[in-house]
Nanobody, 120 residues
């Protein structure tokens, strides 16, 4: 089992910055990719950014040029640097990981989420 713990959320004014962190722990066999999702009140959970085990990244159009996903493999941690925040970025941000279990099947694990609120 893999546990994901996010941190770094908070309240910032529009135009401000935040950096989210997500650390994976537990029975980690192999992580194929890690993700940041977000869910605003009353809306579906949307994919924000992806980073693969090879270091490839991908972003939702709404955050391209403002958000950067990165990793520290030695610490099993990924980050989401968020600059130029807008009120519409307000959401609970979730970390997720696609990983191989101890018995060989692929699983997707989720963190508990961290609240990001951007004031106008």
């Amino acid at each position: 089992q893999v546990q994901l713990v996010e941190s770094g959320g908070g309240l910032v004014p529009a135009g401000g910055s935040l950096r989210l962190s997500c650390t994976a722990s537990g029975s980690i066999v192999r992580i194929n990719a890690m993700y940041w999702y977000r869910q605003a009140p009353g809306k579906q959970r949307d994919l924000v950014a992806t980073i693969t085990s090879g270091g490839s990244t991908n972003y939702a159009d709404s955050v391209k040029g403002r958000f950067t996903i990165s990793e520290n493999n030695a610490k099993n941690t990924i980050y989401l640097q968020m600059n130029g925040l807008k009120p519409e970025d307000t959401a609970v941000y979730y970390c997720a990981a696609d990983h191989k279990s101890l018995i060989g099947n692929m699983l997707k694990s989720w963190g508990q989420g961290t609240q990001v609120t951007v004031s106008s």
